[in-house]
């Protein structure tokens, strides 16, 4: 009950474009969900989190959707460029203050 | 603010040999985590420790441990090594009250048993 289902495994998406990574947890104690970035070679990078009292989140290009009921949230990417090429990661968080992740989204965003 | 450190960065060790990796967190942070990341089982959590005590611990032998010091830097030892150890380490700080709060990431220990 403590996994975190991410898709696609990896996804290309011109340069412009709207890049979308799908997550859906089943642990429901879970209350915090970030999106972290990851770059070869460096630790992941929190991007943005969302916890389930709201339904979307938007820092910059970046938006988290979230369904509550469907225990799913999303990640959305606008004007995807090629520096946002990097392998995404998202995650629950409950009482344990762990973090679950997903298993990645490698994004590759052609110029 | 200075970052997570994360010493050393890489390492190589023999299968049977122990190895300790340090966590330097960032200043005024007080919970430190470990996640273990490998091509495929991913990011897993090893153990969280806060003000010296372990408060959670994941899904991995006895032989993964840590700790914590006073001035909140922490410690994880890996003993009796196996060739599935091989992995990047990775430690996260956080101020962690009683919310969460955002955890960030260092740049890893690359360890490597042959």
């Known amino acids: 009950q403590q996994q975190v289902k991410q898709s696609p495994q990896s996804l290309i998406v011109q340069k412009g474009g709207i890049s979308i990574i799908n997550c859906a947890y089943e642990?429901?104690?879970?209350?915090?969900f970030p999106w972290y970035q990851q770059f070869p070679g460096k630790g992941p990078a929190l991007l943005i989190a969302?916890?389930?009292?709201?339904s979307e989140k938007k820092e910059g290009r970046f938006t988290i959707s979230f369904n509550k009921s469907a225990k799913q949230f999303s990640l959305h990417i606008m004007d995807s460029q090629p520096g946002d090429s990097a392998t995404y990661f998202c995650?629950?968080?409950?009482?344990?203050?762990?973090?679950?992740f997903g298993s990645g989204t490698q994004l590759t965003v052609l110029p | 603010k200075a970052g997570v450190t994360q010493t050393p960065r890489y390492l190589i060790k023999t299968r049977g040999q122990q190895v300790t990796l340090s966590c330097s967190p960032i200043?005024?942070?007080?919970?430190v985590s470990w996640y273990q990341q490998t091509p495929g089982q991913g990011l897993q959590f090893l153990f969280e420790?806060?003000?010296?005590?372990?408060?959670n611990k994941g899904n991995f032998p006895g032989r993964f441990s840590g700790r914590q010091f006073s001035n909140s830097r922490s410690e994880m030892n890996v003993s009796t090594l196996e060739l599935g150890d091989s992995a990047l380490y990775l430690c996260?700080?956080?101020?962690?009250?009683?919310?969460?709060?955002?955890?960030?990431f260092g740049q890893g220990t690359r360890l490597t048993v042959v």
């Open positions: 420790y806060f003000s010296e005590t372990q408060r």
């Open positions: 995650a629950g968080s409950g009482s344990a203050r762990q973090l679950t």
């Open positions: 200043s005024g942070h007080r919970s």
């Open positions: 969302i916890r389930p009292d709201v």
């Open positions: 996260a700080s956080s101020y962690q009250g009683s919310d969460h709060t955002e955890a960030f």
């Open positions: 642990n429901t104690a879970f209350d915090y």
